[in-house]
Antibody, heavy 120, light 110 residues
Framework: QVQLVESGGGVVQPGTSLRLSCAAS????????MHWVRQPPGKGLEWVAF????????YYGDSVKGRFTISRDNSKSIVYLQMNNLRAEDTAVYYC?????????????WGQGTTVTVSS | QSVLTQPPSASGAPGQRVSISCSGS????????VNWYRQLPGTAPKLLLS???QRPSGVPDRISGSKSGTSASLAISGLQSEDEADYYC???????????FGGGTKLTVL
């Protein structure tokens, strides 16, 4: 079935790095743009980044620009989020989302989320 | 402070119709389509409407959307207890080159 499964979350110290993965199945991954969206505890959704279906272009939210990098491996149907220089305010549940062609940046498919906690 | 503005809360009795607004600007809602998501407690968000008013498969037709100028709205008619959730609007912002979300609206079914 159509599925996104995130992994790689955990508890890390400020200033360190973490890489999240999101494995896709059940749909044509290489035709979908892919996004990361996060949700701090008790707060609303915050868009983090997205990457085109061919991986040639990527875009970031201001709060993560220069620290986070989104990438994808279409041969493995996986999208990654490399997070460097982590801060306490990066603590959140991180969701990946699939955005099909011509959908107007609508995330039709969501993963279950992976939790990142940045704390000393 | 979110780029898109939503009321923090809304409510209605079972069977009633409720509307949630989403206000933006010329660089986001004024130029691009709006998407709406529903999030039940402890679960991932789910797409309710894309391209202002398009319902994905499985979303009932008592849920509708509209857009005018730099504002959009989500309407739910025939309110049911299972509609109690958080609702978010989102759109591409052409100036920021980013997806922007509203702060979310918590819908309570009385």
């Amino acid at each position: 079935q159509v599925q996104l499964v995130e992994s790689g979350g955990g508890v890390v110290q400020p200033g360190t790095s973490l890489r999240l993965s999101c494995a896709a199945s059940g749909f044509s991954f290489n035709t979908y743009a892919m996004h990361w969206v996060r949700q701090p505890p008790g707060k609303g959704l915050e868009w983090v980044a997205f990457i085109w279906s061919d991986g040639l272009h990527d875009y970031y939210g201001d709060s993560v620009k220069g620290r986070f990098t989104i990438s994808r491996d279409n041969s493995k149907s996986i999208v990654y989020l490399q997070m460097n220089n982590l801060r306490a305010e990066d603590t959140a549940v991180y969701y990946c989302g699939g955005d099909p062609p011509q959908s107007g940046w609508a995330l039709h498919i969501w993963g279950q989320g992976t939790t990142v906690t940045v704390s000393s | 402070q979110s780029v898109l503005t939503q009321p923090p809360s809304a409510s209605g009795a079972p069977g009633q119709r409720v509307s949630i607004s989403c206000s933006g600007s010329s660089s986001n809602i004024g130029r691009n389509t709006v998407n709406w998501y529903r999030q039940l407690p402890g679960t991932a968000p789910k797409l309710l409407l894309s391209n202002n008013d398009q319902r994905p498969s499985g979303v009932p037709d008592r849920i509708s959307g509209s857009k005018s100028g730099t504002s959009a709205s989500l309407a739910i008619s025939g309110l049911q207890s299972e509609d109690e959730a958080d609702y978010y609007c989102a759109a591409w912002d052409s100036s920021l080159e980013a997806v922007v979300f509203g702060g979310g609206t918590k819908l309570t079914v009385l």
